[in-house]
């Protein structure tokens, strides 16, 4: 745990900017799953250029973080310390550049920038509607859903280093995988997709679609973070994650008010008040029993940060 010492404190609050810095903020009301403690900063970057700024201000000791719209994310009871940085209205343009091409920021929901495809006429990214979250949080874990990764129609993508420094990134830069992308330490601002001309009726079907197995087959009204565990790769069995959690009799797990979904085993619920801890306690647990059952040991795909809080303690944090 990394205590800011009141000097830096007092240098974060004199750094100007254009956007927006306040002090110990809750961050539960920003998370899908509705939990987790304080950060003790919260800065909201008018534009890329302010960003840019307070980075270089930024001493190197304090630490920081980017959080999107917190669909993949579990904050921990104790919370985040240093800076919690979020991206907003700066970073929301989408703008046609061609017959094929489009700019989307890195701070836009993915179901907005698919109905912006949708209303351009291009096709390819009508998966988006399927992937909650922002386009930045989708370049960061090269999102996919229905057959289509972010990677499929990726051309280049707009960042910024931990320095300040702002960067444009390149296919091969990126070095996608499943569900990620070798570029952790760039906070993304913007991306540019290639697509194709397609009939917005046509699109419009796929979207409905997408929406309808998603209500159907997901937990979509509840208190959750999407897809909890990654499908195993370098499997010769094919798994599915949520195969491997029913398969070990975690369907409909509870741990305090933290439960597995009975409708899509992959997906944990905080049932009303459950505690960050209780929600990783539980994914935890759920972990040692598919790898008592099938010896496949599943990897978080929700991202866990911040700090326990006292008393907190979690063995397996892998």
């Known amino acids: 745990m990394t205590i800011l010492t009141k000097e830096a404190m007092q240098f974060i609050e004199s750094i100007p900017i254009k956007g927006r810095l306040e002090s110990n903020i809750p961050l539960a009301p920003f998370t899908w799953f509705k939990v987790g403690g304080k950060a003790d900063y919260l800065y909201r ?35 985040i310390r240093g800076v919690v940085i979020r991206l907003g209205r700066g970073f929301a343009e989408m703008v046609r550049l061609n017959a094929t091409d489009v700019m989307i920021g890195a701070g836009v929901p993915d179901i907005n920038a698919a109905k912006f495809l949708m209303t351009e006429g291009l096709g390819g990214g ?15 874990m090269n999102a996919g859903a229905y057959g289509t990764e972010l990677k499929d129609v ?53 979207m409905h679609d997408i929406t309808s197995k998603r209500q159907e087959t997901q937990p979509v009204k509840s208190h959750t973070g999407g897809s909890t565990f990654k499908n195993p790769i370098n499997d010769s069995g094919g798994h599915k994650a949520w195969a491997l959690i029913d398969q070990a009799g975690c369907r409909g797990l509870q741990i ?38 099938s010896q ?23």
Not at 126 to 140: D, Q, S
Not at 180 to 192: A, L, R, S
Request: proline residues 3%; contains cysteine.
């Open 45 to 79: 970057p008018f534009d890329s250029a302010d960003l840019c700024h307070f980075l270089k201000a930024l001493p190197s000791d304090v630490p920081f973080i980017v959080m999107g719209a917190a669909s993949n994310l579990l904050v921990r009871d104790g919370g």
């Open 126 to 140: 009508a998966f988006l509607r399927g992937i909650p979250g922002t386009i930045g949080g989708a370049l960061k």
């Open 154 to 206: 990726f051309l280049e993508a707009y960042g910024i280093t931990y320095q300040g420094e702002a960067v444009t990134l390149s296919y091969d830069e990126m070095q996608f995988s499943y569900r990620h992308c070798g570029m952790q330490d760039i906070i993304f601002t913007g991306v540019k997709l290639r697509l194709k001309e397609a009939d917005p009726k046509v699109i419009a079907a796929q």
């Open 256 to 293: 305090g008010n933290a439960q597995i979904s009975q409708l899509h085993c992959n997906f944990m619920l905080n049932n009303g008040d459950a505690t960050a801890y209780e929600l990783e306690l539980l994914g935890e647990t759920v972990r040692e029993k598919v790898f008592k059952q």
């Open 296 to 318: 496949i040991m599943l990897e978080w795909e929700i991202k866990r940060i911040g700090d326990f809080q006292d008393g907190q303690v979690i063995l397996n944090q892998s």
